[in-house]
């Protein structure tokens, strides 16, 4: 007998502001429609590469909207606390019977819908999230299961006749303005499969232009065989932090590689497009913006026999494992449909928040599939009623490949001859493990050894969203003993600096301690190192060790000489003006570089909010944190070298050099983009000195620096930075990007005169050592 008390609950939608906002309130379908609410929904469109054609569903005869109308392959709402992608992926099982994984997903563009119809009674203002799934073939029709309350047929269609059909206004199909956004699809389709081959090698040959090819190596005469037979294992160990990152930036990142890679030798073109991926890591260029080089058209071809009902004679469904045009700002530690307002909800019901800022941590969704028994879930995980979303731990993640790491490490910590790289070493491979990263990260700072390692997770900048998570990286070299006893000065005079800078003594630390800087020459990087290399870095970025022990430095001295040799100094000779020309030189670029690493531990890091509350810098200026921290260091960097030649622990010889050389950098660094961290700071510091007249733009279109104004200009800039940092100021923040870092008229044009006589943007090492090694 069936149950006389069962109910059909009508499905309950989010309601959004008219700018596609939650509002926290959720009501049913039917009163959202009738109200005229705004909403979510999503479109999942199957287009067939062989044919190039779109799938359409009739709609069933029974629907309150457009019945009996063909529209796209399957549709529906997003109900209330559920996400794009999984609502998604459920649309199209239950309505055609399809089951794909995420990376058969592209996410297109999203679509605002504002239509009235049935006489009024039915108010559409939805916000479509609008899905493309690429598949190799048709899907033979006899594989679908369709839901007939929903669907009565599906039929395969040229997109252009489709378009025509929509541009006409037939009424067979549900109307799109194809004059409008909706457009996006078809314009999109035609760009990605119309493209011709040699234009497209060009293009790519242009772009891989802007790097020099380096050859970086060194003697390794001073090592000893039991380190050099560690340095092999040390290489390998780095080299799989290469698979992490892979992973990190995207889902199918790796597929995409692997594909690129098989398929390298086919033509020129392929080989292009493998060459300009691996500099990258990645379909997204990172010298343009982040603009996607490659599309899903060039992905890996992925077969799920099981996606659909068996069909005789076919093999099953073949797809293109997707990836967006917009490189998501997410990476892949958060699910890609998460928007930081429910990020931030999430957080905020957690009795231990540090877990979902770590910087050792992904978040995931448990209605993606995920649950607390696939992983060993972190402590806030298994709370009760937090949402969907919980936090999987670095070494639960990617525990495949540090496992292997650790297990290198280990053996390459037991062959190495100096005790402090012995307990790096196996303090790191722990690590690892445990993903606890303080002991070793302590032991990466007291490191004194010739051969120098540096590896694990660090920089933040992929995670464009906050901030919060760290990618893996490693850098190995050999340390050059006399330029790093040259550099002791530095890292002793941190707090007479720290006590000195341009700000309020209430905001200056009292325990900035001397920072340990280490000079060596590259041997091999892996991981994040894509697109511009970096020539130093300052870390940890761990706000408990900065406070606790401070930072170390590390220089790559190999990479400076050749970013000077093939790049600043074509610059200096294009853009300054022939009076400072000859003050360019590679000790004003070297002496900058380190001080802007020793900047990077001094000025605010843990801070006091006005409402008493401790927290970090990081943590309030979240997204613009790293533009804002580069531009520190920057510019304080050089208030710094003035400071130490006032004191007399630098010669004044330096004192004009130094500027000329950094207004020459300027147009180095800004040529990686305004998507790029180290780009945005420096658009910051030009703009900031052009205005205050401290960089000045002559007729024959060479610039100069104006010495009378250049101290001031420096000095401002420096503290209107600190205090904002100081404050954990998230909206002068803004306000500062937003007026400063533009691609200004003088910037415009040292930039087009830089490219008109194509001077490498950058570097684009290989070490032929490392190489050999892992051939073997």
Same mark, same amino acid.
Request: net charge negative; charged share 25%.
């Given at each position: 007998?069936?149950?006389?008390?069962?109910?059909?609950?009508?499905?309950?939608?989010?309601?959004?502001?008219?700018?596609?906002?939650?509002?926290?309130?959720?009501?049913?379908?039917?009163?959202?429609?009738?109200?005229?609410?705004?909403?979510?929904?999503?479109?999942?469109?199957?287009?067939?590469?062989?044919?190039?054609?779109?799938?359409?569903?009739?709609?069933?005869?029974?629907?309150?909207?457009?019945?009996? #109308?063909?529209?796209?392959?399957?549709?529906?709402?997003?109900?209330?606390?559920?996400?794009?992608?999984?609502?998604?992926?459920?649309?199209?099982?239950?309505?055609?019977?399809?089951?794909?994984? *995420?990376?058969?997903?592209?996410?297109?563009?999203?679509?605002?819908?504002?239509?009235?119809?049935?006489?009024?009674?039915?108010?559409?203002?939805?916000?479509?999230?609008?899905?493309?799934?690429?598949?190799?073939?048709?899907?033979?029709?006899?594989?679908?299961?369709?839901?007939?309350?929903?669907?009565?047929?599906?039929?395969?269609?040229?997109?252009?006749? !489709?378009?025509?059909?929509?541009?006409?206004?037939?009424?067979?199909?549900?109307?799109?303005?194809?004059?409008?956004?909706?457009?996006?699809?078809?314009?999109?389709? *035609?760009?990605?499969?119309? #493209?011709?081959?040699?234009?497209?090698?060009?293009?790519?040959?242009?772009?891989?232009?802007?790097?020099?090819?380096?050859?970086?190596?060194?003697?390794?005469?001073?090592?000893?065989?039991?380190?050099?037979?560690?340095?092999?294992?040390?290489?390998?160990?780095?080299?799989?932090?290469?698979?992490?990152?892979?992973?990190?930036?995207?889902?199918?990142?790796?597929?995409?590689?692997?594909?690129?890679?098989?398929?390298?030798?086919?033509?020129?073109?392929?080989?292009?497009?493998?060459?300009? !991926?691996?500099?990258?890591?990645?379909?997204?260029?990172?010298?343009?913006?982040?603009?996607?080089?490659?599309?899903?058209?060039?992905?890996?071809?992925?077969?799920?026999?099981?996606?659909?009902?068996?069909?005789?004679?076919?093999?099953?469904?073949?797809?293109?494992?997707?990836?967006?045009?917009?490189?998501?700002?997410?990476?892949?530690?958060?699910?890609?449909?998460?928007?930081?307002?429910?990020?931030?909800?999430?957080?905020?019901?957690?009795?231990?928040?540090?877990?979902? +800022?770590?910087?050792?941590?992904?978040?995931? *969704?448990?209605?993606?599939?995920?649950?607390?028994?696939?992983?060993?879930?972190?402590?806030?995980? /298994?709370?009760?009623?937090?949402?969907?979303?919980?936090?999987?731990?670095?070494?639960?993640?990617?525990?495949?490949?540090?496992?292997?790491?650790?297990?290198?490490? /280990?053996?390459?910590?037991?062959?190495?001859?100096?005790?402090?790289?012995?307990?790096?070493?196996?303090?790191?491979?722990?690590?690892?493990?445990?993903?606890? !990263?303080?002991?070793?990260?302590? $032991?990466?700072?007291?490191?004194?050894?010739?051969?120098?390692?540096?590896? =694990?997770?660090?920089?933040?900048?992929?995670?464009?969203?906050?901030?919060?998570?760290?990618?893996?990286?490693?850098?190995?070299?050999?340390?050059?003993?006399?330029?790093?006893?040259?550099?002791?000065?530095?890292?002793?005079?941190?707090?007479?600096?720290?006590?000195?800078?341009?700000?309020?003594?209430?905001?200056?630390?009292?325990?900035?301690?001397?920072?340990?800087?280490?000079?060596?020459?590259?041997? !091999?990087?892996?991981?994040?190192?894509?697109?511009?290399?970096?020539?130093?870095?300052?870390?940890?970025?761990?706000?408990?060790?900065?406070?606790?022990?401070?930072?170390?430095?590390?220089?790559?001295?190999?990479?400076?000489?050749?970013?000077?040799?093939?790049?600043?100094?074509?610059?200096?000779? $294009? %853009?300054?003006?022939?009076?400072?020309?000859?003050?360019?030189?590679?000790?004003?670029?070297? +002496?900058?570089?380190?001080?802007?690493?020793? %900047?990077?531990?001094?000025?605010?890091?843990?801070?006091?909010?006005?409402?008493?509350?401790?927290?970090?810098?990081?943590?309030?200026?979240?997204?613009?944190?790293?533009?804002?921290?580069?531009?520190?260091?920057?510019?304080?960097?050089?208030?710094?070298?003035?400071?130490?030649?006032?004191?007399?622990?630098?010669?004044?010889?330096?004192?004009?050099?130094?500027?000329?050389?950094?207004?020459?950098?300027?147009?180095?660094?800004?040529?990686?983009?305004?998507?790029?961290? /180290?780009?945005?700071?420096?658009?910051?510091?030009?703009?900031?000195?052009?205005?205050?007249?401290?960089?000045?733009?002559?007729?024959?279109?060479?610039?100069?620096?104006?010495?009378?104004?250049?101290?001031?200009?420096?000095?401002?800039?420096?503290?209107?930075?600190?205090?904002?940092?100081?404050?954990?100021?998230? =909206?002068?923040?803004?306000?500062?990007?937003?007026?400063?870092?533009?691609?200004?008229?003088?910037?415009?044009?040292?930039?087009?005169?830089?490219?008109?006589?194509?001077?490498?943007?950058?570097?684009?090492?290989?070490?032929?050592?490392?190489?050999?090694?892992?051939?073997?």
């Amino acid at each position: 007998m069936a149950d006389a008390s069962a109910v059909v609950v009508e499905e309950h939608l989010d309601v959004l502001t008219k700018t596609g906002e939650k509002t926290g309130v959720s009501k049913p379908r039917g009163a959202v429609h009738r109200d005229g609410d705004y909403h979510r929904a999503v479109h999942v469109w199957i287009f067939a590469e062989s044919t190039q054609q779109l799938l359409l569903q009739k709609r069933a005869d029974c629907k309150d909207s457009w019945p009996g #109308q063909w529209d796209i392959s399957s549709a529906g709402h997003i109900s209330a606390g559920d996400s794009s992608l999984v609502s998604a992926r459920r649309e199209l099982q239950e309505e055609l019977g399809i089951s794909l994984p *995420r990376d058969a997903f592209e996410l297109m563009f999203v679509f605002l819908q504002e239509c009235v119809i049935n006489d009024g009674t039915f108010i559409n203002n939805e916000f479509n999230d609008v899905y493309l799934v690429t598949t190799i073939d048709p899907i033979p029709l006899e594989a679908f299961t369709l839901q007939e309350s929903e669907v009565s047929a599906v039929k395969y269609m040229s997109y252009e006749e !489709y378009r025509s059909l929509l541009a006409k206004e037939d009424p067979d199909y549900v109307p799109y303005d194809v004059n409008g956004p909706y457009d996006q699809l078809f314009q999109i389709i *035609r760009q990605r499969y119309n #493209q011709d081959s040699k234009a497209q090698n060009v293009t790519l040959q242009k772009q891989l232009q802007r790097y020099a090819p380096v050859s970086l190596n060194d003697e390794l005469t001073d090592l000893s065989d039991a380190d050099k037979e560690a340095l092999s294992l040390i290489i390998k160990a780095a080299k799989v932090m290469d698979d992490i990152f892979y992973l990190q930036v995207w889902e199918s990142n790796p597929a995409l590689r692997d594909w690129l890679n098989v398929n390298a030798d086919a033509s020129e073109v392929e080989k292009s497009k493998w060459k300009y !991926y691996m500099i990258n890591k990645g379909p997204w260029s990172c010298l343009d913006e982040n603009q996607a080089f490659l599309t899903t058209k060039d992905s890996a071809v992925r077969l799920i026999p099981e996606a659909t009902k068996t069909v005789s004679g076919w093999k099953g469904l073949e797809y293109k494992a997707a990836f967006p045009t917009l490189k998501p700002p997410g990476a892949n530690f958060y699910p890609p449909d998460m928007d930081k307002m429910e990020f931030e909800l999430w957080k905020n019901k957690l009795s231990q928040q540090d877990d979902a +800022t770590s910087f050792f941590t992904v978040i995931k *969704r448990h209605s993606e599939g995920f649950s607390s028994s696939d992983h060993t879930i972190s402590k806030t995980s /298994h709370l009760a009623d937090t949402g969907d979303l919980f936090t999987v731990p670095y070494s639960t993640e990617y525990k495949y490949f540090l496992t292997k790491a650790a297990e290198l490490l /280990h053996k390459a910590g037991d062959l190495a001859s100096s005790p402090s790289l012995k307990r790096l070493l196996h303090s790191k491979a722990d690590a690892f493990l445990s993903n606890d !990263y303080y002991d070793s990260d302590i $032991a990466w700072m007291e490191l004194d050894s010739k051969l120098d390692v540096t590896i =694990g997770p660090y920089e933040t900048y992929e995670d464009s969203i906050f901030g919060y998570k760290a990618t893996f990286e490693a850098f190995v070299g050999i340390r050059d003993d006399k330029a790093t006893a040259q550099l002791k000065m530095f890292g002793e005079n941190l707090q007479v600096l720290e006590q000195n800078l341009p700000m309020d003594n209430a905001y200056k630390s009292q325990d900035i301690h001397v920072a340990p800087i280490r000079v060596i020459r590259l041997l !091999y990087n892996a991981g994040d190192v894509k697109g511009p290399q970096t020539v130093a870095f300052n870390l940890p970025n761990d706000e408990r060790i900065v406070k606790d022990r401070g930072t170390s430095m590390v220089m790559l001295k190999n990479v400076s000489e050749a970013k000077f040799k093939h790049i600043l100094r074509p610059i200096a000779d $294009a %853009c300054i003006s022939a009076g400072q020309n000859k003050l360019v030189d590679f000790d004003s670029f070297f +002496t900058h570089t380190i001080c802007h690493e020793c %900047c990077h531990g001094i000025g605010p890091h843990t801070i006091t909010l006005p409402d008493g509350k401790k927290s970090t810098v990081r943590k309030e200026l979240q997204e613009l944190h790293s533009a804002l921290e580069e531009a520190k260091a920057d510019i304080v960097g050089l208030w710094a070298l003035k400071f130490l030649i006032r004191q007399g622990l630098l010669p004044r010889s330096l004192e004009e050099s130094m500027y000329v050389s950094f207004l020459a950098g300027c147009f180095r660094s800004v040529r990686f983009g305004l998507e790029e961290a /180290h780009g945005k700071g420096e658009a910051v510091q030009f703009n900031w000195m052009f205005e205050k007249g401290a960089f000045v733009l002559h007729p024959n279109e060479t610039f100069s620096v104006d010495f009378t104004k250049v101290d001031d200009a420096v000095e401002s800039l420096s503290r209107e930075i600190l205090t904002i940092q100081a404050k954990g100021d998230k =909206g002068a923040a803004s306000l500062l990007l937003q007026k400063y870092c533009k691609l200004t008229p003088p910037l415009k044009l040292a930039l087009q005169k830089l490219e008109n006589i194509q001077v490498p943007v950058d570097i684009a090492p290989t070490f032929p050592l490392a190489a050999e090694i892992l051939q073997q």
